[in-house]
């Protein structure tokens, strides 16, 4: 069974910032697409980004272009996401996935999962 981590949520007021750090212990993430998803209640899951194997091709929502960064270091088995500028309607669980798929179409993001699932961390953006 593998287990994704990931860590780096909580409370931050608007216009602040939040790294979040996805890994997973004894699997190579570095063999795969890794991707960064949200759930806020009441609301569907949200692809919010993704990056390839490599790190060198990223794909964003468009809620969060110009705000979030995915990287990678692959030495590190770590996948992050750089959250800047955060809103109010950022809050929500996110979540990291394995083996991803993903493609724009139309210029819009989209993902298929073939992986593994972590079990979230919490950001609230509240003042």
């Known amino acids: 069974q593998v287990r994704v981590v990931e860590s780096g949520g909580g409370l931050v007021q608007p216009g602040g910032s939040l790294r979040l750090s996805c890994e997973a212990p004894?699997?190579?993430?570095?063999?795969?697409?890794i991707g960064w998803f949200r759930q806020a209640p009441g609301k569907e899951r949200e692809g919010v980004s993704c990056?390839?194997?490599?790190?060198?091709?990223?794909y964003y929502a468009d809620s969060v272009k110009g705000r979030f960064t995915i990287s990678r270091d692959n030495a590190k088995n770590t996948v992050y996401l750089q959250m800047n500028s955060l809103k109010p309607e950022d809050t929500a669980v996110y979540y990291c996935?394995?083996?991803?798929?993903?493609?724009?179409?139309?210029?819009?993001?989209?993902?298929?999962?073939?992986?593994?699932w972590g079990q979230g961390t919490q950001v609230t953006v509240s003042s």
């Open positions: 996935a394995t083996d991803l798929v993903c493609w724009y179409y139309s210029g819009t993001y989209h993902y298929e999962v073939k992986g593994y």
């Open positions: 004894g699997f190579t993430l570095g063999y795969s697409a």
């Open positions: 990056i390839s194997s490599s790190g060198d091709v990223p």
